[in-house]
């Protein structure tokens, strides 16, 4: 169960669905391509996207295995889902307790979702729907956009969204990977890097800061304040498109059959 927090933050997605689908980079295609290999998933495999949120992920996992099932705990991340990505079969549900039977699909992904999840809970559970010798992937893009001239003043803005909840960065403090690594239902980490840049519109990027839960979750007037400066801070250097340059952190774990010794 999360805490009072965490439902909060986890909620303030609904919000932000259609900016969330608009401003959100893809996942690139070379770390797909690890995970698939590491994970042994055919065009014949049944994969799971647990936590697909409006289905970045899923889009791209759509053309290399036989079904994905998507599976998303809030509606209106559903509802364009749903819309944007009808080849998947899409089920409301969340990682502490997925809606599919035991031994049921070949491979489980999860895409910048896995931190707000009860670890223990979630890998217990994606363990029981892995078919044996079944494993997980885990993707998060990072921003890497220290050097770029509006960077210091859109940091400040970052900062203070921050400190309107004293909300820390769940990725960074690494509880998920702690939780991770003490599994006894999987096997040891796996981690690669890959680098990537998704260029945005002007509008494009101001959806990708909107749909950050560190944004989403503040009140109205203030939310809409920062954004604005966000805004501001684009229009003064009359820039119109960004190249934003990602590293995708990118991990797999294979299931064990047996507890992991």
Sequence with gaps: MLDPQLERHAASFGRVADAYDLGRPPYPSEALAWLTDELGVTPASTALDLGAGTGKLTAALVPLTGHVIA????????????????????????????????????????????????????????????????????????????GEDWYPEFTTMLDRAREEQEAPNRY??????????????????????F??????????????????????????????????????????????????????DTYRVRACEQPCT
């Design 172 to 193: 960074i403090a690494g509880e998920w990977r702690a939780a991770l690594d003490r599994s006894p239902a999987f096997g040891p980490v796996r981690k690669r890097e």
């Design 71 to 146: 599976v998303e705990p809030v509606a209106e991340m559903r509802r364009v889902l749903s819309a944007r990505r009808p080849e998947a079969e899409v089920l409301a549900g969340r990682a502490e307790a997925i809606p599919l039977a035991d031994h049921s699909v070949d491979a489980a992904f999860v895409a910048a979702a896995f931190h707000w999840f009860d670890a223990e809970v979630a890998l217990a559970e994606i363990h029981r729907v892995l078919r044996p010798g079944g494993g997980l992937g885990l993707l998060w893009n990072r921003p890497e956009w220290e």
């Design 195 to 248: 680098r990537h840049v998704h260029r945005v519109t002007r509008d494009g990027f101001l959806a990708r800061v909107a749909s950050w839960s560190v944004f989403a979750v503040l009140p109205g007037p203030v939310r809409e304040e920062l954004l604005g400066a966000v805004a501001g801070l684009l229009d003064e250097r009359g820039i119109s498109e960004l190249d934003l340059r990602y590293r995708t």
